[in-house]
């Protein structure tokens, strides 16, 4: 379970981290273009004048009613203090005659009112005991929107990132759920099948166990002649036969649909994978009188993962269909197809004209089919009615 969860741990990381760069890159550009654009309104309007001069006229007063000279520092000192002031400048005939910051201000833009080149417009005139000066009074009039323009910034970036997040892992819950749904349906589906090839097996069963009861009740009554005794011995020979092939299918049919987890080869070279199978095979139709063409089987260097337990019972089926099913009079084909990612082994047959072998063989194939599938490979087959040619294609993943 642990490891069905970590591709989807490693998504919804990778989307945070993707949230988290997003809202960091949206913060920074929604924080210069609107500090700058609140700059520039500061710059251009009336409104560092207008929160200034309450503060001019303060100050005024104040060195008026305490007859302060323009070299006083000690006094501008005592009311820069009292009334909070964050800077004041005091400048006679352009030249710098007292300057006092007192606060660093952690926002860039905020202390543009600290840089004489900006503040010159905003200077009001001030009369001292002994001169006249132009004088200006900073207090936090920038600083705060600054400040809420930043909480806000980072609110709305976090947002976004957070509906982004949102957003993503609600598909991944919508693909996980769709994934479900349909590993739902095949599983239903499987159990169908199953149902289904059980039903027909046990169907199959029956009727040669019938006739094999049936004969030896015969036998066992002693009414028939020493020649049809020996017709019938050969009858019932038949039918065990043929009951020990199904057991054989319901034995494949067992083994495939299991849920035990199955064990593979190592990864080895697909001639010594499955070419032995097919040398096998080979061997089996010369013995029945079958003619095989190989000139269109090429092996190439790669490698391949087989079950060893499944590719004897898969190659076995294929070859009792051959031999049941084929026309022995034509030859038998098998041809390697690679692929990019895998190789195809193609086997084509002529049908016997008194055969109907997908009615007789559907189980076994059937079988082969869902082996495939626990090796993660693919199964299909094919009859085509007009030439009588009957084709199986098993194709196997390449190991990179």
Same mark, same amino acid.
């Given at each position: 379970?642990?490891?069905?969860?970590?591709?989807?741990?490693?998504?919804?990381?990778?989307?945070?981290?993707?949230?988290?760069?997003?809202?960091?890159?949206?913060?920074?550009?929604?924080?210069?273009?609107?500090?700058?654009?609140?700059?520039?309104?500061?710059?251009?309007?009336?409104?560092?004048?207008?929160?200034?001069?309450?503060?001019?006229?303060?100050?005024?007063?104040?060195?008026?009613?305490?007859?302060?000279?323009?070299?006083?520092?000690?006094?501008?000192?005592?009311?820069?203090?009292?009334?909070?002031?964050?800077?004041?400048?005091?400048?006679?005939?352009?030249?710098?005659?007292?300057?006092?910051?007192?606060?660093?201000?952690?926002?860039?833009?905020?202390?543009?009112?600290?840089?004489?080149?900006?503040?010159?417009?905003?200077?009001?005139?001030?009369?001292?005991?002994?001169? !006249?000066?132009?004088?200006? %009074?900073? *207090?936090?009039?920038? =600083?705060?929107?600054?400040?809420?323009?930043?909480?806000? /910034? $980072?609110?709305?970036?976090?947002?976004?990132?957070?509906?982004?997040?949102?957003?993503?892992?609600?598909?991944?819950?919508?693909?996980?759920?769709?994934?479900?749904?349909?590993?739902?349906?095949?599983?239903?589906?499987?159990?169908?099948?199953?149902?289904?090839?059980?039903?027909?097996?046990?169907?199959?069963?029956?009727?040669?166990?019938?006739?094999?009861?049936?004969?030896?009740?015969?036998?066992?009554?002693?009414?028939?002649?020493?020649?049809?005794?020996? !017709?019938?011995?050969?009858? %019932?020979? *038949?039918?065990?036969? =043929?009951?020990?092939?199904?057991?054989?299918?319901?034995? /494949? $049919?067992?083994?495939?649909?299991?849920?035990?987890?199955?064990?593979?080869?190592?990864?080895?070279?697909?001639?010594?994978?499955?070419?032995?199978?097919?040398?096998?095979?080979?061997?089996?139709?010369?013995?029945?009188?079958?003619?095989?063409?190989?000139?269109?089987?090429?092996?190439?260097?790669?490698?391949?993962?087989?079950?060893?337990?499944?590719?004897?019972?898969?190659?076995?089926?294929?070859?009792?269909?051959?031999?049941?099913?084929?026309?022995?009079?034509?030859?038998?084909?098998?041809?390697?197809?690679?692929?990019?990612?895998?190789?195809?082994?193609?086997?084509?047959?002529?049908?016997?004209?008194?055969?109907?072998?997908?009615?007789?063989?559907?189980?076994?194939?059937?079988?082969?089919?869902?082996?495939?599938?626990?090796?993660?490979?693919?199964?299909?087959?094919?009859?085509?009615?007009?030439?009588?040619?009957?084709?199986?294609?098993?194709?196997?993943?390449?190991?990179?």
């Amino acid at each position: 379970m642990k490891d069905d969860l970590k591709p989807i741990s490693r998504k919804i990381t990778v989307i945070v981290i993707i949230a988290i760069i997003f809202a960091c890159s949206l913060f920074t550009l929604i924080y210069y273009k609107g500090t700058e654009m609140i700059r520039y309104y500061f710059l251009t309007s009336k409104y560092i004048y207008e929160q200034e001069t309450p503060y001019i006229e303060n100050f005024r007063k104040y060195v008026e009613d305490h007859n302060i000279g323009i070299d006083d520092v000690d006094k501008y000192n005592e009311w820069i203090v009292d009334n909070n002031i964050s800077f004041l400048s005091v400048e006679k005939d352009g030249i710098q005659r007292y300057s006092l910051m007192t606060t660093d201000g952690f926002i860039q833009q905020s202390k543009d009112m600290y840089d004489y080149r900006m503040i010159n417009p905003f200077r009001q005139t001030v009369q001292f005991s002994d001169t !006249e000066a132009e004088v200006f %009074i900073y *207090a936090n009039y920038t =600083e705060k929107y600054y400040t809420y323009f930043f909480i806000a /910034d $980072f609110a709305f970036s976090m947002i976004i990132s957070f509906l982004i997040i949102l957003w993503q892992v609600r598909r991944i819950i919508k693909h996980l759920q769709a994934e479900l749904a349909e590993a739902e349906g095949k599983a239903k589906s499987v159990r169908t099948d199953k149902d289904s090839l059980l039903r027909s097996m046990a169907h199959d069963l029956r009727t040669p166990l019938t006739g094999l009861m049936s004969y030896l009740d015969i036998i066992k009554n002693g009414n028939i002649s020493g020649k049809d005794e020996a !017709e019938y011995i050969g009858v %019932i020979s *038949a039918k065990a036969v =043929e009951i020990k092939d199904l057991t054989d299918q319901l034995f /494949d $049919f067992t083994l495939a649909s299991s849920e035990d987890t199955i064990e593979t080869d190592e990864p080895m070279d697909v001639q010594y994978a499955i070419g032995d199978y097919l040398s096998e095979m080979c061997m089996e139709l010369a013995e029945s009188k079958i003619s095989v063409n190989i000139d269109k089987m090429l092996w190439k260097n790669v490698k391949v993962i087989v079950s060893g337990r499944f590719m004897g019972r898969i190659f076995s089926n294929l070859t009792s269909n051959i031999k049941k099913y084929a026309d022995t009079s034509k030859v038998v084909s098998l041809e390697t197809i690679y692929c990019k990612h895998s190789i195809i082994i193609k086997i084509s047959n002529y049908i016997s004209d008194n055969k109907k072998l997908l009615e007789s063989a559907g189980i076994g194939l059937k079988n082969v089919e869902m082996m495939m599938q626990r090796m993660n490979g693919k199964f299909v087959y094919d009859s085509n009615d007009e030439n009588g040619i009957f084709m199986v294609m098993l194709e196997f993943n390449i190991i990179e």
